[in-house]
């Protein structure tokens, strides 16, 4: 081993291992079958179709979460109707906590979609405030003396009397 260079390295000569793409069709295939596809429709079919169906599920799942969603705020109403009949000894019934607003988001669109949505209200919401507080300087510019000040004067400061 003297004199030759020893690398953890694999050599530059030597190729990456070719990939198989009849292994990744076959591996992918149990996951479309789940998805609804047929044998003839991921073996025969356009290769297009796979992209519909990916769209589809996601596509189910947002109408799955949507609909769990409200079933979840039908039974917390159920409950919560319940609530003025229990009993707790002596204490004061504790405030519910507020139920989801809206679905969780289950994929990425949804997410952006709610991040866009929060993003637009916090913008809106700072618009408003600055909308506000310029109004509230200018009716105070109105109301008082030039420099914006309601009617007191550098020597009312300094001359007590």
């Given at each position: 081993m003297e004199g030759q260079q020893v690398s953890l390295l694999p050599s530059e000569e030597e190729d990456p291992p070719?990939?198989?793409?009849?292994?990744?069709?076959?591996?992918?295939f149990p996951y479309y079958i789940h998805l609804g596809m047929t044998y003839?429709?991921?073996w025969q079919m356009d290769c297009e179709l796979v992209r519909a169906y990916r769209k589809a599920y996601e596509y189910?799942?947002?109408?799955?979460?949507?609909?769990?969603?409200?079933?979840?705020?039908?039974?917390?109403?159920?409950?919560?109707?319940?609530?003025?009949?229990?009993v707790f000894y002596g204490k004061k019934a504790p405030k519910p906590?507020?139920?989801?607003?809206?679905?969780?988001?289950?994929?990425?669109e949804m997410r952006q979609q709610y991040i866009d949505d929060q993003t637009k209200l916090m913008?809106?919401?700072?618009?408003?405030?600055?909308?506000?507080?310029?109004?509230?300087?200018?009716?105070?510019?109105?109301?008082?003396?030039e420099d914006g000040r309601s009617g007191s004067t550098d020597t009312d400061i300094r001359d007590p009397s």
């Open positions: 070719p990939i198989s793409y009849t292994k990744i069709f076959r591996d992918q003839a429709e991921y189910k799942q947002e109408y799955d979460n949507s609909q769990l969603w409200l079933q979840g705020l039908y039974i917390y109403k159920a409950i919560e109707a319940q609530r003025p009949g229990w906590e507020k139920y989801l607003e809206k679905p969780i988001a289950v994929t990425k913008a809106e919401q700072f618009r408003a405030a600055f909308h506000k507080r310029n109004q509230n300087l200018a009716e105070q510019q109105e109301g008082g003396g």
